[in-house]
Each structure stands twice: as C-alpha cells, then as structure tokens.
C-alpha cells in the first residue's frame, strides 16, 4: 500500500493542486472538525487554511457544513467531476483545432502527383487517409494483424475517419484480446464489422486509393496507392468478402 505522502503526491499530480491543498483535501477526509485541526493534521499553517478551503470548494472538492465549517467531497465524486473536465476541455481543444484546420483549408494548395507514396509513423498515416478518404461514400478496413489492436491503434483511426464518410466498413479475421471490444464499441461509434478468414494485409481502401498499412523498425508504415482504375479493382475484391 502506497504511504500517506505518497498518495498526497499522486493527488497533487493528478489533480494540479498546490501541496497545501492537496494536504488540506487529505485532513478533511481524515474528518478535521475545525480549522485548528485542519492545520495539525495538514501541517498547513492556520492563516493560509481559511484562502485555501475556499480554493477546494471552488474546485469542487470541499463543501460547507451548517457548522460553518467544512467536509470533504467523496474521492470518488471528485475522479469523476475531473474526469469530466478533462473530456470537456478535449472536446473544447479538438473543436478549435477542426475550426482552424478548416480555415486553413482556403489557403492550401495540396495537389499531389498520383502514384505511390510511402508513410511513415502512425499519426501521419492517420493524417494522409483521412486527407485521402473524407467524402467517400465507402470505405474498407481490413484488420487481421496490425490493424486488429482496437484499442492503440484502430479505434484512433476509425474515429478520425467515420466523420467525414457515409459507411465505414472493418473487416476481422477474428474477435481476439487485441479487439474484443472492437464490435460493441463500433456500433456505438457508427461502424459496421463483420469476419472474414483468413485476410491477407491490413489495409484501408476506397474506390479511388488504397493503403496497405505494415511495420518496421521505426514502427507504423502505410503504402498509399492512388491509382484509380488498380484502386478501384482492389476495393471491388474487399467488397465481395462484404457481401
């Protein structure tokens, strides 16, 4: 079991307080009945308790009592509120970054030469297929190796995608510990799954490019083919293991 400052460290940290106000938060679940005490159990010098329980209630962590003093919020109830303003605050930082991307769109100019082009590095593979596949009526994902870590590695790429088409479709070779999770949590994102054995590649593909994603030793690499007619043929061979 960690030590009583051990956990005050891990409070401070996760939760960005001040060492006095995790050390305070710790004396009011150890039930401090006063101020005084407050500073005995804390080791807080008794001027500064009174400005910093008002810095705990403001954040949540701390409420008064009909005594006039205070109790603190349960741990749990706390996890959970920060919790809450960590994913509002992602959500916040996600949409900013959107609306300048879509600014940034009016000043580009991304023509690019079509034929292969070599990806390195898994965030700039996610980068280059949303690029390449938004606005595409269906689009293909094979998972039967590197593709199949639902959690690290295609649930982040199936969230980048499904926003910007009309049916994104995985195909496993079968539910195993990698993406056990992969059926019930992609129907709640808006993909359709279905098995297919055995899959040869792992591999994203519309009807007018492809990527056949591998690993090296510098990690993730995808191989972008935006030929349309040899595009096309390999999108069509997906979707016969579909239907």
């Given at each position: 079991?960690?030590s009583?400052?051990?956990i ?5 940290k996760?939760?960005?307080?001040t ?16 101020p ?12 500064r ?13 701390a ?14 109830g ?10 509002e ?16 769109e ?15 590095g898994?965030?700039n ?19 039967p ?9 295609l649930?982040?790429?199936?969230k980048?995608i ?12 079968e539910?195993?510990?990698l993406?056990?999770k992969?059926?019930e949590e ?7 799954v279905r098995?297919?054995?055995?899959l ?10 492809y ?6 030793r ?7 083919q ?6 096309r ?11």
């Open positions: 079991m960690s009583k400052e051990e005050i460290e891990r409070l401070r996760s939760l960005d307080l060492l006095y106000e995790a050390k305070l938060y710790m004396a009011l679940l150890e039930n401090a009945k006063d005084k005490e407050a500073s005995a159990k804390s080791g807080v010098p008794l001027p308790i009174y400005d910093i329980i008002k810095v705990l209630e403001r954040k949540g962590m409420v008064s009592d009909p005594d006039g003093w205070y109790r603190a919020v349960h741990p749990r706390v996890a959970i509120s920060a919790i809450a303003k960590i994913e605050e992602s959500k916040r930082k996600a949409r900013e970054i959107l609306e300048v991307a879509d600014n940034l009016s000043f580009a100019s991304m023509e690019r030469g079509k034929g292969v082009i070599l990806i390195k898994y965030y593979l996610v980068s280059l297929v949303v690029e390449i596949m938004k606005e595409e009526d269906i689009v293909y994902i094979t998972a190796d590197i593709l199949s870590n639902w959690e690290e590695v649930k982040p790429l199936v980048s499904v926003p910007l088409v009309n049916d994104l479709r995985v195909i496993v070779e539910v195993n510990e993406n056990e992969l059926i992609g129907k709640e994102i808006g993909i359709s098995r297919h054995k055995p040869v590649l792992d591999m994203i593909s519309s009807s007018s490019a990527v056949v994603v591998m690993r090296n510098e990690g993730i690499v995808g191989i972008l935006e030929d349309e007619v040899e595009s043929g390999v999108f069509d061979r997906i979707g016969l293991m579909w239907s």
